[in-house]
């Protein structure tokens, strides 16, 4: 059972995006994965407006003060296992805003995340790159025939992607 | 309409000595005005000129007075009305009374600088978090912001439900419709909807208070993260700026290149838009065509100044990076390719019956009525009001390259839309023109790091209306005052107007037809 939850969930994650407070830069970058160029939905990847259905919750920005309750609030709305991903360098870290009177700076402040991907903001390849390598992390082929897998939420994978920018 | 309105001689004859009138300074003059005289002002004013309205409203810490400057734009000049108050009763007459336009700006400086305009008082906050304390104000010089103690988060009038038949729908902070972060509490009678209250700020970063603790250079990067979709607008908006303080030398080259990189944006910018109403009426093809088109304009961004979002090419002196002649057949041909498209979906946006049923007579704002708000760019021009800064005040390579400006009476989400959709053709006519006509020479000189004591105000034309910048210098290398009003911030006001009486299925379609952008509004 828990062999097919993983298989499902691997092989078609539902992703919700949320905005704590970016710049857009990120987020249009996300958008911008759904269209013909990336079209994620090769990886089965789908973007889901409400919580209660997604398995991966895609965070973007600093994180301000007006909204970290309400990021806490779609986390705790989503069903588990649930992973999230810090996408951006506001989002890891809290970028240029770092210090700022209005930002907690970096969503790991707010909620528990499992993949970070830096960069201002990420390329479409380093988002894909960044949620398929969590989704190998979920499901490492050489564990496959471990039986019980984890039931809690894995650990905390920090993943390096390489940017390719200036 | 020319601007045959002589504003300083009218003040002069009207105010006499009550009012002193610096020449050249925040635009064509400023007039330093108090005791109310601000308010008398503005009204002669619009009484002279039917498109003179308030671009914005700056609050500055003078230590004992607090001061108040008003951004004025008439049809085609820049005026700034500077008026005091005391810190200890920091009380000012509101201008709502005269010019609707001006209550968010006002209601901004209450709760950002403190100063409480009589007849627009604020409950609550309006840009800063709930959980933030009442009765500190961030932009005031004495505040030391690491000492400041979140509170409990209140609840406020908005969390209430309506009353009797009526219904509150809250759209928002997160909400499949909205991208990024915002709250409107929409009460509807049925599915009519009787009233929209905003609550911005949740992108809300404190950019303006953190450029004044950076130099001029780390500001650049900075302000450009104001807005990831429109970033070399807001570079230029600063640079421009800060130019007019420093008055460097820029080279002609680095004004044309310049002038690609923001239409460049604008580009890709209006695809993204034109793509995104497309989404919100349920429309997804229109969504992924345009999308698709828009990525070939980002691999010109990132050819051109080295990334796709965040290229920073425009910096204080010229710009970082020049474009080559190998690049050009690249640039060429893809504006040709795009070019090819645009019959096919103009006929999309003019014809297809889908789209005209969700976007004719839907938000329909009047000309009048744009006037009074002072909504910007391709709302305002959506509805009858030739208004383009690139026009009426033409900076950079603009006064060398012809181009038309758009305008639509019909004042509906489809005319708003169907402005960009012809926008995108004269930006590629720009960019085209601009490549041929590009000068030789050295495309950046050298500036100094600190910038001698002064202040000047910049305007352009962003892909979603005039973007407006001030800056005060100290003579250091950090300026004193950062203000940043962003066209979003002065096109919401009209959405919370033209909402009313419409379907609650109609409010997706017509918030997206201003193209807003919240990380802008907030800053």
Same mark, same amino acid.
């Given at each position: 059972m828990t062999d097919t939850k993983t298989w499902a969930r691997v092989k078609s994650p539902w992703v919700l995006h949320f905005n704590s407070g970016a710049c857009n830069g990120c987020d249009i970058e996300i958008v911008a994965l759904l269209t013909p160029k990336y079209d994620v939905e090769r990886f089965g990847i789908k973007l889901e407006p409400s919580p209660r259905h997604a398995d991966v919750l895609l965070v973007t920005g600093a994180v301000t003060h007006q909204c970290a309750e309400r990021l806490k609030r779609v986390y705790d709305q989503m069903p588990q296992p649930k992973f999230v991903v810090a996408i951006g360098a506001c989002a890891c870290s809290g970028g240029v805003f770092e210090g700022n009177y209005s930002v907690v700076g970096g969503v790991d402040k707010v909620v528990p995340v499992s993949a970070y991907i830096p960069g201002c903001p990420p390329r479409p390849e380093a988002i894909i790159d960044g949620v398929v390598k969590l989704l190998s992390a979920i499901n490492p082929p050489k564990q496959k025939k471990q039986a019980g897998a984890p039931k809690a939420e894995p650990a905390p994978i920090v993943e390096e992607v390489k940017q390719n920018a200036q | 309409m020319p601007n045959s309105v002589d504003f300083i001689s009218l003040v002069q004859s009207k105010f006499g000595d009550k009012v002193q009138i610096q020449k050249g300074v925040n635009g064509e003059a400023s007039f330093v005005a108090n005791n109310g005289l601000h308010h008398d002002i503005l009204k002669a004013m619009i009484d002279a000129d039917e498109k003179t309205g308030i671009t914005s409203i700056t609050g500055l810490d003078f230590g004992e007075n607090l001061g108040i400057y008003y951004h004025i734009h008439t049809a085609k000049s820049f005026f700034t009305i500077k008026a005091e108050?005391?810190?200890?009763?920091?009380?000012?007459?509101?201008?709502?009374?005269?010019?609707?336009?001006?209550?968010?700006?006002?209601?901004?400086?209450?709760?950002?600088?403190?100063?409480?305009?009589?007849?627009?008082? /604020?409950?609550?906050?309006?840009?800063?978090?709930?959980?933030?304390?009442?009765?500190?104000?961030?932009?005031?010089?004495?505040?030391?912001?690491?000492?400041?103690?979140?509170?409990?988060?209140?609840?406020?009038?908005?969390?209430?439900?309506?009353?009797?038949?009526?219904?509150?729908?809250?759209?928002?902070?997160?909400?499949?419709?909205?991208?990024?972060?915002?709250?409107?509490?929409?009460?509807?009678?049925?599915?009519?909807?009787?009233?929209?209250?905003?609550?911005?700020?949740?992108?809300?970063?404190?950019?303006?208070?953190?450029?004044?603790?950076?130099?001029?250079?780390?500001?650049?990067?900075?302000?450009?993260?104001?807005?990831?979709?429109?970033?070399?607008?807001?570079?230029?908006?600063?640079?421009?700026?800060?130019?007019?303080?420093?008055?460097?030398?820029?080279?002609?080259?680095?004004?044309?290149?310049?002038?690609?990189?923001?239409?460049?944006?604008?580009?890709?910018?209006?695809?993204?838009?034109?793509?995104?109403?497309?989404?919100?009426?349920?429309?997804?093809?229109?969504?992924?065509?345009?999308?698709?088109?828009?990525?070939?304009?980002?691999?010109?961004?990132?050819?051109?100044?080295?990334?796709?979002?965040?290229?920073?090419l425009i910096t204080i002196g010229g710009v970082r990076r020049d474009i080559t002649s190998e690049?050009?057949?690249?640039?060429?041909?893809? /504006?040709?390719?795009?070019?090819?498209?645009?019959?096919?979906?103009?006929?999309?946006? /003019?014809?297809?019956?889908?789209?005209?049923?969700?976007?004719?007579?839907?938000?329909? /704002?009047?000309?009048?009525?744009?006037?009074?708000?002072?909504?910007?760019?391709?709302?305002?021009?959506?509805?009858?009001v030739d208004m383009d800064v690139r026009k009426d005040l033409p900076y950079e390579a603009y006064n060398d390259i012809p181009f038309k400006e758009i305008v639509y009476d019909d004042g509906d989400v489809w005319a708003r839309m169907n402005v960009r959709m012809d926008e995108v053709e004269e930006s590629i006519n720009i960019i085209e023109y601009a490549i041929d006509h590009l000068p030789a020479g050295p495309i950046k000189v050298e500036v100094a790091r600190s910038v001698p004591v002064g202040e000047a105000v910049c305007s352009l034309e962003a892909p979603r209306g005039e973007l407006f910048y001030y800056v005060k210098s100290n003579g250091t290398d950090m300026p004193e005052r950062v203000k940043i009003r962003t066209p979003t911030f002065a096109n919401i006001p009209s959405f919370l107007q033209t909402a009313i009486g419409e379907s609650i299925a109609d409010v997706p379609s017509n918030f997206v037809s201003l193209d807003p952008c919240f990380s802008c509004t907030d800053r």
């Open positions: - | 108050v005391p810190r200890a009763n920091p009380k000012i007459k509101t201008l709502t009374d005269i010019h609707t336009g001006a209550t968010f700006h006002e209601l901004e400086v209450t709760d950002l600088m403190g100063v409480v305009f009589e007849g627009n008082e /604020l409950n609550g906050h309006f840009v800063l978090p709930e959980n933030w304390p009442d009765g500190v104000y961030p932009l005031r010089k004495d505040i030391n912001l690491s000492s400041v103690k979140l509170v409990p988060t209140p609840e406020r009038e908005a969390n209430k439900a309506a009353e009797g038949r009526q219904v509150k729908i809250i759209i928002g902070p997160q909400h499949p419709a909205l991208l990024e972060p915002e709250k409107f509490s929409v009460t509807v009678d049925g599915e009519t909807v009787t009233r929209v209250e905003p609550r911005i700020g949740y992108v809300h970063r404190g950019i303006e208070k953190t450029t004044e603790l950076r130099t001029y250079l780390q500001d650049i990067y900075l302000v450009e993260r104001v807005c990831g979709i429109c970033n070399p607008a807001h570079a230029y908006g600063f640079v421009g700026v800060v130019e007019k303080i420093l008055k460097p030398a820029v080279p002609e080259r680095a004004r044309y290149l310049r002038v690609i990189a923001m239409e460049l944006n604008r580009l890709h910018s209006h695809l993204l838009t034109l793509g995104h109403a497309g989404l919100e009426i349920g429309y997804e093809t229109v969504f992924q065509y345009f999308w698709r088109d828009r990525e070939p304009i980002m691999d010109l961004i990132e050819l051109t100044s080295g990334n796709r979002v965040y290229g920073s690049q050009i057949p690249k640039i060429k041909s893809v /504006l040709a390719d795009l070019r090819g498209k645009l019959p096919f979906y103009r006929k999309i946006y /003019l014809e297809e019956p889908t789209l005209r049923l969700r976007m004719k007579d839907v938000g329909t /704002l009047s000309r009048t009525d744009a006037l009074k708000l002072s909504v910007v760019g391709p709302v305002a021009r959506g509805s009858g």
